[in-house]
Nanobody, 118 residues
Framework: QVQLVESGGGLVQAGGSLTLSCAASGSIAVISTMGWYRQAPGNQREPVATITRGGGTNYADSVKGRFTISRDNAKNTVYLQMNSLKPEDTAVYYC????????????WGQGNQVTVAS
C-alpha cells in the first residue's frame, strides 16, 4: 500500500503564494506519475499538474505560468508551488499517485484546503 500525506494549505490573499507538499510512504516502488488534483464546491475533481518519475510535467491551462510542480524522488515527495493565486483557485487540493503497473489504480491523499481571499 501507499500512503500520501499532504501539508501546506491554508488561507492567502489574492496574488499571494502557497506551497503544497505531499510525502509518500509504504510501497514507494509501485508509484509512477504523481500529481495534484483539486475540487471546488459543486465541481468535479480536476487535474492541476502531474509529474513523471523522470520529471516530465503537465499543467491544466488555468494554472500554466502560475503553478510549478516538482518532485524529489529521494524524499518521495512532490511539491506544488502556487503563485499569483486567484479566488478561483480556492478548492480542496488532493495529492495523487499512479500505480506504475496498473495505471488505472490511483492513490489519494487526504485533501488540503486552499482558500484564496479576494
Amino acid at each position: 500500500q501507499v500512503q500520501l500525506v499532504e501539508s501546506g494549505g491554508g488561507l492567502v490573499q489574492a496574488g499571494g503564494s502557497l506551497t503544497l507538499s505531499c510525502a509518500a510512504s509504504g510501497s514507494i516502488a509501485v508509484i509512477s506519475t504523481m500529481g495534484w488534483y483539486r475540487q471546488a464546491p459543486g465541481n468535479q475533481r480536476e487535474p492541476v499538474a502531474t509529474i513523471t518519475r523522470g520529471g516530465g510535467t503537465n499543467y491544466a491551462d488555468s494554472v500554466k505560468g502560475r503553478f510549478t510542480i516538482s518532485r524529489d524522488n529521494a524524499k518521495n515527495t512532490v511539491y506544488l508551488q502556487m503563485n499569483s493565486l486567484k479566488p478561483e483557485d480556492t478548492a480542496v487540493y488532493y495529492c495523487n499517485a499512479v500505480h506504475r503497473v496498473v495505471s488505472t489504480y490511483h492513490y489519494w491523499g487526504q485533501g488540503n484546503q486552499v482558500t484564496v481571499a479576494s
